[in-house]
């Protein structure tokens, strides 16, 4: 497919919101805890303190949840574990609604970018006066391109045949 015409998604709202980790799509995480968004989980994950964890799920909007994440003492381990944990809270978030997934698949090609106003050259790119000549990592549209392609190759694979005397019956 020729990706020279393809616009890139440079901001993820409008149409586009559910790409943002403030877009409310409540997910399970493997111990069965529920989580309302990304970033309630993502910011909860930050400490190994039980109580703020809580807290942070419980706090009513992402934007609370991002505020409190900041106050939290860190783990020790945080740095390098934190894409591995935003990795895995957009995996809940994407394979536990299906639509969301579709979404995200139907993407394709286009570049994602989590373009922004505040500073965060990290997780996105900045687009303010004084960040503009810095380029972003845009961690976070990497992490949800690299989601789209496993989520697509795992759409694409042929549905395991299992037959018929090897699935379970009722009596």
């Known amino acids: 497919m020729d990706q020279s015409n393809v616009s890139p998604i440079r901001q993820f709202e409008g149409d586009y919101s559910f790409l943002s980790n403030f ?3 409540q997910f399970y995480d493997d111990w069965l805890v529920s989580w309302p968004t990304v970033e309630h989980y993502f910011q909860a ?3 190994t303190n039980k109580n703020e964890q809580e807290k942070i ?3 009513g909007k992402p934007g609370g949840a991002k505020r409190l994440g900041k106050n939290v003492p860190l783990r020790n381990d945080w740095e390098p ?3 591995d944990v935003m990795r895995k809270a957009l995996y809940y978030k994407f394979t536990q609604h299906e639509n ?3 979404d ?3 993407t394709y090609p286009q570049y994602l970018e989590e373009g922004n106003w505040w500073h965060d050259n990290y997780w996105g790119n900045c687009y303010c006066p004084r960040c503009r000549s810095k380029p972003g990592l ?3 549209g990497d992490l949800l391109m690299e989601l789209r392609m496993y989520l697509t190759v795992l759409n694409r ?3 395991p045949f299992l037959p018929e005397y090897a699935v379970p019956q009722r009596d």
């Open 23 to 25: 877009f409310l799509a």
């Open 45 to 47: 994950m930050k400490t």
């Open 57 to 59: 799920r419980n706090t």
């Open 81 to 83: 574990m934190k894409q």
């Open 100 to 102: 969301l997934q579709k």
């Open 104 to 106: 995200l698949i139907t």
């Open 138 to 140: 845009n961690i976070l």
């Open 157 to 159: 694979a042929p549905k």
